[in-house]
């Protein structure tokens, strides 16, 4: 029975982690209308700074917030501004290639600079785990899911009660409304790309200290992304977070009884069943209604 | 015009081997080549001309690379096993067509992407496969004669996956197709059960990549999850299909050389880079010549991105 107890906990933890993840590409898919094919490799940018911020400046890795979430904002600012805003009347099909293209370069990229290697980040507290009812808990997954939740309250806060979260939902719901309204909607789908990167790094941080980091990690978060929006339902984010914590479970109890290493093959599994039997997602909320 | 371009190709790609000062390079280079043609015209024939854009061809790429190699390894010829690999990678797109095919446009799309990332997991995780280390299949002796005949191999490949494409731009089964693409709905209305017309064509296509993967494992000499499963080569092959005009039959084998020449140009010059290059090619392909090079030049191709009306 513990063990079943162990297995909750592990995977609401690391899905707190994944709702993060999905926060913003659930966001940029219902605000943008692109699915971004780039959202794992974003996680993964955030995690190889955390790394060089934890080796080389010798920082607390929990430093790296900040720091991945201003600069990786930049870089998805500077993605939708540059090249996404060029092919907003280009089809879905399209755009997911322009991503899956810009995730194939970045990647390259990463390997190019940083070699495939696979590198570990030493969090604080790496070794420490709580004991409750003869369960263990890791203590950095427990600050990871703390800030996790912290950071998608903190989207959630800015979609609703700022002048940029109105113009951000104005344009989800009716783009040809928003723009005659005032909204300048190149630069509201610029915003938006901004604050998926930036939560997307934060993300990677998080998981920096609980995962190895390598730069092929990005295909299969994206499609983890993916299927926890189609499971939450589109542009929700309290449908991203419990879409997150049911991927996390899923896995967790997955990895028990079929094995760790048919993860993706059992995500694969999920995503078909649900598309083919609830293909609102399992909740059915969702921003456009 | 393009039908001209298409028989001088088949001419000159029939007798590249018999020039003079032929070398081992070019003629590898070739014959590569023509794996992609028969790749992207594949990919093709769903992705263009029925408008199910596919993310994961490769599984049938590595379905097929597989089976040849497991069975070459238990002693059964390369023909036989070829043959078989064919059947294999048939038969997993008639499995999976099924679920996959009932899905709509970028749900279909991503969950082929997913598709991919399972099977090469599964395919890492068995022992039969030999797990991550991978399976090498039995040593030809590295000949001219090797060689040409692996051009050969390579080339009525090709040949073959492009004549099915043409057969399949003029008769009822390819209106079908063009109807599915073009409106669903209504092909629907019309009591056309598309679930089975995309599913069989679909599965022609897993047929050809998968005899191109049987081909391939014997060649390459060795064979792993990474390297069949490839994630690079299943973009790479729906940008040559762009590149060159999707919906078309010389789109896709335009598209294919060009592509494969520039990558191989790359490779010489750039190593490592080439996928950087690819990236940054897609966005340039995809924002200025949707197209494509046949698509600019006839009025044969469709246009995968039909302009939304006016925005703002």
């Known amino acids: ?289 | 015009m393009t039908r001209s371009l298409l028989l001088l190709l088949l001419l000159a790609g029939g007798l590249l081997p018999l020039l003079p000062g032929r070398t081992g390079f070019l003629l590898t280079v070739t014959a590569e080549g023509f794996l992609f043609v028969t790749l992207a015209s594949s990919w093709d024939l769903t992705g263009g001309r029925t408008g199910y854009p596919s993310f994961g061809n490769m599984t049938f790429f590595g379905v097929g690379a597989y089976t040849t190699a497991i069975l070459m390894n238990r002693g059964i010829g390369f023909f036989p096993a070829l043959a078989w690999s064919g059947g294999a990678a048939l038969f997993c797109a008639l499995v999976i067509g099924f679920p996959l095919l009932r899905l709509r446009g970028p749900y279909f799309t991503v969950s082929t992407l997913g598709l991919l990332l399972a099977t090469r997991e599964i395919a890492a995780n068995l022992t039969i496969t030999g797990g991550g280390s991978g399976l090498t299949t039995p040593l030809y002796r590295g000949s001219v004669e090797a060689e040409v005949s692996f051009y050969y191999l390579f080339f009525s490949l090709a040949v073959l996956t492009v004549l099915a494409s043409a057969f399949l731009r003029s008769n009822r089964f390819g209106l079908l197709l063009s109807a599915i693409r073009d409106d669903e709905e209504k092909a629907l209305t019309m009591g056309i059960n598309s679930t089975a017309v995309k599913v069989a064509v679909w599965a022609l296509g897993g047929l050809f990549t998968g005899l191109a993967g049987g081909t391939y494992a014997y060649f390459n000499l060795f064979i792993d999850p990474g390297v069949v499963f490839n994630l690079d080569w299943s973009v790479l092959m729906v940008l040559m299909a762009l590149l060159g005009g999707a919906g078309t039959v010389s789109g896709p084998v335009l598209g294919a050389l060009l592509l494969h020449g520039l990558n191989v140009t790359l490779w010489s010059y750039l190593p490592g880079w080439q996928y950087v290059v690819l990236g940054a090619l897609i966005v340039v392909v995809v924002l200025f010549f949707p197209g494509g090079i046949v698509g600019s030049l006839s009025a044969h191709a469709i246009s995968l991105t039909p302009r939304a009306p006016a925005a703002r």
Do not use: C
Request: aromatic residues 10%.
């Open chain 1, 1 to 289: 029975m513990t063990v079943y107890l162990q297995l909750f906990i592990d995977g609401v933890l690391v899905g707190s982690v994944f709702a993060l993840m999905a926060v913003g590409f659930s966001l940029v898919w219902g605000v943008v209308r692109i699915i971004n094919l780039t959202q794992g490799e974003l996680v993964m940018l955030g995690g190889f700074l955390t790394y060089w911020v934890a080796t080389v400046l010798r920082w607390n890795p929990f430093a790296a917030l900040p720091l991945a979430a201003a600069l990786l904002f930049l870089l998805g600012y500077g993605i939708q501004r540059g090249i996404l805003n060029r092919a907003t009347h280009a089809s879905l099909f399209m755009t997911l290639l322009i991503t899956f293209g810009l995730s194939i370069a970045i990647r390259q990229l990463g390997i190019q600079l940083w070699t495939a290697n696979v590198r570990t980040v030493t969090a604080p507290f790496a070794g420490v785990s709580l004991q409750v009812g003869g369960t263990v808990i890791s203590v950095v997954k427990l600050i990871a899911f703390g800030a996790a939740l912290l950071l998608t309250a903190a989207t959630w806060i800015l979609l609703t009660s700022t002048r940029i979260g109105f113009a951000i939902r104005a344009t989800a719901q009716n783009p040809q409304a928003a723009a005659l309204m005032g909204v300048n909607l190149s630069s509201v789908y610029a915003f938006t790309f901004g604050i998926n990167a930036a939560v997307a790094g934060a993300a990677g941080v998080l998981i920096s200290m609980i995962w190895p980091l390598y730069p092929h990690m990005g295909v299969p978060l994206t499609i983890r992304s993916f299927i926890i929006v189609i499971l939450g339902g589109l542009g929700s984010i309290p449908g991203a977070l419990l879409g997150g914590l049911t991927l996390g479970l899923v896995e967790s109890y997955g990895a028990y009884l079929f094995g760790i290493s048919l993860q993706e093959a059992l995500a694969f599994g999920l995503l078909v069943l649900i598309l083919l039997l609830r293909p609102r997602g399992l909740f059915g909320w969702g921003l456009q209604g």
